[in-house]
Structure formats: structure tokens, C-alpha cells
């Protein structure tokens, strides 16, 4: 099945500051990798997707980066703001007994600092 | 905007007792997704419906957990008997069509096992 790894598992940047999380799978029939922000006792929220028809996808501040050939993804965040701070997944979907599934990264704690 | 609702947002059981978790998909979705979320570590899928019907039970541990659908809308996760790895969020998520689209989470259901 398919196999997520995300690094860093913590990260730390100033306020304004530009901050980067990395993924790599490893089904190479994987075509849908969203990302998702988890608050503190919330449910992940959905910020951000992209398809592997596309390299990159960008929203205001966010952005996310496919490379189909290395098998890695990533998410970039400028201009970094206190509400940033959360915990964000990276997720991939892979055809799992004939129906999608999304397998999630483990996670990286995100910390701004004012 | 719609919302997943889940209950109860918090369960406290001692092992050995039966606890059940309820969810309330987005109006339409016709895909449901129950996941367990170990602290630390991103959801994990332990069972997909679409509409009433299970397409993917694969990671469900079958001896203590059930989940039913009954009427291909809100749906019930059972564990019994409770065991102290059990300890963790259950998650629910619904989609429209379960290809590829996004996966709206509701806010989690916090179950402690003592």
C-alpha cells in the first residue's frame, strides 16, 4: 500500500517568516495529495490540493509544489502569521480495492513565533 | 456553511465496556469515512462507506469494532469490548462522490480508555 513520510515532525520560524514541509509517497499511481491543518481538540481542515495533472498551486500565502518523478510534495507558507501555528498533514491518494484512499503523512507541529 | 457533526466530542469508559460514536455527514455526501487519529501520528481509515454500503473495512479490527450505515446517511462506530490501546480521536469525514474530491472532517470524538 501506499506510504507517506513528512518531515520536519517540528518547526519553528519568526513571524513574517517563510516556512516549508516536505512529503514523499510512494505509489506512483497516487494522482490526488491534499494538505490539511489541525488545530488544537479540531478536526483537519483542508487548506490546500493538488492533482498530479498540475506542478504547482498556489492561495494567497500558501502554496503546494508536486514532483511526480521524485515522488515528493510540499507546502510553502509566506509571510507567516500566530494563526499559522497548528498541525499540518500531507496526505496521498492511491486506488485501495477499487475505491480511492487517502494515506496521511505524520504530521508537523508548526510554531510562529511573535 | 455545512458542517460534519460527531458525538460525543469526549468519552471517558473503563476497558471492557461498549462505547459508540455517532456521525452526521455533510447533507449529500454520499461517502463516509470513520478514522482513528493516535496522538502523535495522522488519521489512520478504518472503514469507507458509500452510501450504506462498506467499500473498505480493511483496517477495521473486526472482533471488537462494528460500524453500520444503516440508511446510507448518518452512521454509528461501536467498540466492544473497549481495550486501553483504543485510547484515541475518532474521526469522521464525508465526501460527495468519495473519487478524489475533498474530504470534509467533522471535529472528532475524544475517547479515553482507563
Known sequence: ?114 | EAEVAQSPRYKITEKSQAVAFWCDPISGHATLYWYRQILGQGPELLVQFQDESVVDDSQLPKDRFSAERLKGVDSTLKIQPAELGDSAMYLCASSLTGNTDTQYFGPGTRLTVL
Open chain 1, 1 to 114: 500500500g501506499e506510504n507517506v513520510e513528512q518531515h520536519p515532525s517540528t518547526l519553528s520560524v519568526q513571524e513574517g517568516d517563510s516556512a516549508v514541509i516536505k512529503c514523499t509517497y510512494s505509489d506512483s499511481a497516487s494522482n490526488y495529495f491534499p494538505w490539511y491543518k489541525q488545530e488544537l481538540g479540531k478536526g483537519p481542515q483542508l487548506i490546500i490540493d493538488i492533482r498530479s495533472n498540475v506542478g504547482e498551486k498556489k492561495d494567497q500565502r500558501i502554496a503546494v509544489t508536486l514532483n511526480k518523478t521524485a515522488k515528493h510534495f510540499s507546502l510553502h507558507i509566506t509571510e507567516t502569521q500566530p494563526e499559522d501555528s497548528a498541525v499540518y498533514f500531507c496526505a496521498a491518494s492511491s486506488i485501495n480495492f477499487g475505491n480511492e484512499k487517502l494515506t496521511f503523512g505524520t504530521g508537523t507541529r508548526l510554531t510562529i513565533i511573535p
